[in-house]
């Protein structure tokens, strides 16, 4: 009898835990589907108060300024000045330099690779010197000729990265020391890639701005070699026309003869021989013109 007392109380405490556990269960589940109610509708209601996405989010108070042209140009020209949009520019043009720098590079790494390829080959067909010569200028050529692409592809990266740096107004960013040491790179990778393939007479105005930049550019030996040399080159080429005039000739003249005796100074000194050498012929270049000039 005391046994089966014992299982019964037993039965019953087991029945009460499990009653309690379901009712805990249901009303824990009943909690949180009332929960995920009200955030639905919180939800809800919150969508229904917002304001529908407007295509023109230019609109603000009532201006709808998306398609605003200012007729005072200034106004527009007043956005130029700010810091962030002078950056943005100077990125532009330092991805373009770095296109045309990559166009260069791999130009050189193709003319290296077809050389090496050239020395090793064996020309067993070749019986005959003439049929060398004529194989190693068919190669001269091939040579010259993707030099000559990879440069001119080169060159209008350039210029547009010149083109996009003079957009720069910031007055804080076109002093800075990394800006000009940039520009002036940049001036100078032009020049000489330029001068390579024989456009001399645009060089002159980036030569004449690359001078001014820094106090450091006016000391560049290089700079006054190539400017010399495009001087020289429209003195020649204006002198043989015969359609422009006798001062043009004679400003490209002193022009030239003003960038050689700089480069002489700076390369060998104003009391070298060299410098003194050069005075002369300086002056009897231009005692020639004037004599040409009487003449005429």
């Known amino acids: 009898m005391k046994s089966n007392s014992i299982a ?8 009460g835990i499990f009653l309690t556990y379901s009712f805990l269960n249901t009303a824990s589940a009943q909690q949180s ?7 639905q509708q919180t939800e809800t209601k919150a969508d229904a108060n917002k304001e529908p996405v407007n295509p023109n989010s230019d609109v603000k108070d009532g201006w709808r300024i998306s398609d605003y ?9 007043l956005e130029t000045l700010s810091e962030e949009y002078s950056e943005f520019l100077l990125k532009r043009s330092i991805d373009e330099y770095a296109k045309g720098l990559d166009t ?23 019986k005959w010197y003439w049929q060398e010569v004529d194989r190693k200028n068919a190669q001269d050529r091939y040579i010259s000729r993707i030099k000559t692409e990879a440069k001119t592809k080169s060159i209008t990266y350039f210029t547009k990265a010149i083109n996009t740096m003079d957009e720069i107004r910031s007055h804080d960013l076109i002093h800075n020391e990394k800006y000009l040491t940039f520009k002036s790179r940049l001036f100078r990778i032009y ?7 024989g456009n001399l007479k645009p060089c002159i105005p980036i030569l004449e701005r690359y001078i001014t930049l820094k106090d450091e550019n006016r000391k ?3 700079a006054y070699k190539y400017m010399s040399s495009c001087y020289a080159f429209m003195e020649t080429l204006l002198d043989k026309s ?4 006798d001062e043009d000739v004679v400003y490209y003249k002193n022009k030239k003869n003003q960038s050689l005796l700089k480069a002489v100074e700076i390369q060998y000194g104003l009391e070298s021989p060299e410098f003194k050498e ?10 020639k013109s004037e004599v040409i000039n009487v003449n005429k």
């Open 8 to 15: 019964g109380k037993t039965a019953v405490l087991i029945c």
């Open 33 to 39: 589907e009332q929960a995920d109610t009200n955030k």
């Open 69 to 77: 042209k200012p007729y005072i140009a200034s106004l527009k020209e």
């Open 104 to 126: 260069l590079d791999d130009m050189e790494t193709e003319i290296t690779r077809l050389k090496e390829i050239y020395k090793n080959k064996k020309y067993l067909n070749e």
């Open 191 to 197: 020049v000489s890639t330029q001068y390579d393939l």
């Open 220 to 222: 560049d030996l290089w």
């Open 242 to 245: 015969g359609k422009s005039s």
């Open 278 to 287: 050069l005075q002369i012929m300086v002056q009897l270049d231009e005692k």
